[in-house]
């Protein structure tokens, strides 16, 4: 989608404030503080942050599958479809149950692929099967059409020699394949909203690219509107339109690829940025994040991030940031922000990172 169309009529899911917790033997942890976050039809958003950030807690509840001890506190998860009179609907998924969810919207209108291939794929069973598997639930096909519908999406999904897959097995495939079979599974229902979690994580880098290329070529053709959940920058940078970056359960810092790669705000959006892998690199050391994120079971005072930022000010160990417009699409939850508060410049190593990558984008752009 071209980053200017974006209109209220195509919002597919609309989260607002959404707040959850888990109960634990050691107490409540809230794992989701606040989340407000749109996703627009034809459109890639990609949740990046690091690990215990609360990237997969929020896409679990949107597909229903939260673990059993978690808990929605408060919120709404708006999601707009239409239903099999071609009617327009919007429900608010935190007023369903999970079963509820599973049942109606998994797999027909809200897909997953997740990280490991092999975790989602019955070993037991073939793979044609468990293709033809959500058809034969979701959808009013006999044997027959399914089996088709199956056949097609393996073609489609870029495997080669479909009929022989089909009787397969999992354990008789490589780790790309198996994703590829994920992803046809997800497809099979012709799916709105496809979430990817770590999809390439398990996967070698030149699988990786391929399972990345074939996710895109889809996503445009069936015009499905996708969220990667990643801690992987430089596969944001080849997915994604708009970026939501995540801390502690909150997300810090939000726009469009350009604004989130080229002119980020939030210091923590610096640190993941500076901590990518750069070949051209004059330091022999990989820059990383200092300290550690902090634990959700105790309250939270202040900016979560403060302990871990340089350029913390004194209101930041006493009161939330609110999310400042800087312009465009990008939004930032940093007292930095603040017109009162003193200038401060991104990492000088930073600056020549960004600079550089202007100049590839700008290179790749002129072929």
């Given at each position: ?40 039809r034809g459109e ?234 750069d070949t051209d ?22 900016d979560a991030f ?62």
């Amino acid at each position: 989608m071209s980053l200017e169309k974006r209109n209220k009529e195509d919002r597919v899911l609309s989260i607002r404030d959404l707040n959850i917790s888990f109960e634990t033997s050691a107490g409540q942890v809230n794992a989701i503080r606040g989340v407000r976050m749109d996703l627009f039809r034809g459109e890639t958003i990609a949740i990046v942050g690091e690990s215990g950030s609360g990237k997969s807690v929020t896409v679990k509840c949107i597909m229903g599958i939260l673990a059993s001890n978690g808990r929605i506190d408060s919120g709404k998860i708006d999601y707009t479809y239409f239903d099999e009179n071609g009617q327009k609907q919007t429900v608010d998924l935190t007023k369903m149950s999970q079963k509820e969810i599973r049942y109606k919207f998994n797999g027909k209108h809200i897909a997953m692929v997740f990280q490991d291939p092999m975790t989602s794929l019955d070993p037991t069973m073939q793979i044609g099967k468990q293709i033809m598997e959500p058809i034969l639930t979701h959808e009013k096909a006999t044997k027959e059409e399914a089996r088709e519908r199956a056949m097609k999406l393996l073609e489609e999904v870029g495997i080669e020699n479909p009929e022989k897959r089909f009787k397969e097995y999992p354990h008789q495939l490589s780790g790309g394949m198996r994703q590829r079979v994920v992803i046809a599974i997800a497809l099979a229902c012709n799916p709105d909203v496809l979430i990817c979690d770590e999809p390439t994580t398990a996967l070698d880098v030149t699988i990786q690219a391929k399972i990345l290329e074939l996710i895109k070529k889809l996503q445009i053709e069936h015009n499905i509107s996708v969220i990667y959940i990643t801690h992987d920058l430089g596969v944001v940078a080849k997915v994604a339109d708009y970026v939501d970056v995540m801390y502690a359960g909150r997300i810090i810092e939000k726009g469009d690829i350009n604004e989130i790669f080229y002119d980020p705000r939030h210091p923590y959006t610096w640190g993941l940025l500076a901590s990518m892998p750069d070949t051209d690199t004059r330091s022999t050391r990989l820059f990383a994040i200092p300290g550690t994120p902090p634990n959700l079971l105790e309250r939270i005072d202040g900016d979560a991030f403060a302990p871990r930022n340089p350029y913390a000010l004194a209101i930041d160990y006493k009161a939330e940031p609110p999310m400042y417009n800087v312009g465009g699409k990008h939004r930032v939850a940093s007292w930095l922000c603040d017109p009162r508060a003193p200038k401060v410049e991104m990492p000088e190593q930073l600056k020549e990172r960004i600079a550089k990558m202007r100049e590839e984008s700008k290179a790749y752009d002129d072929r």
